[in-house]
């Protein structure tokens, strides 16, 4: 087997990784988009309240601690709370 053929079946076994990885970050600003209720561009402590999981953990997903979140902290808490990588906290 050539290296060219190699390289195909690799690209041909990765697209749906890919694939996967385009869909979830389009739900993911998706999730943004719907939890920004006042649409300024960050979800506050307040419309976090919408979802449970993230109005629990919104001081660790809010990592520069400025008191909002950004859609790249929001990206981050999701791709945490994806892998089940995520402390769940009952009290903040």
Known sequence: MKAKDILIIAAITLLPIGA???ESHGTTKQMFNKLDTNHDG???QQ???ADADLSRNYNSADT???GKLEES???AFEQDRDIGNMPM???Q
């Open 20 to 22: 996967y990885a385009a």
């Open 42 to 44: 960050y979800i506050s």
């Open 47 to 49: 419309e976090s309240k």
């Open 64 to 66: 520069n601690k400025d």
């Open 73 to 75: 902290e929001f990206s």
């Open 89 to 91: 906290k009952k009290n």
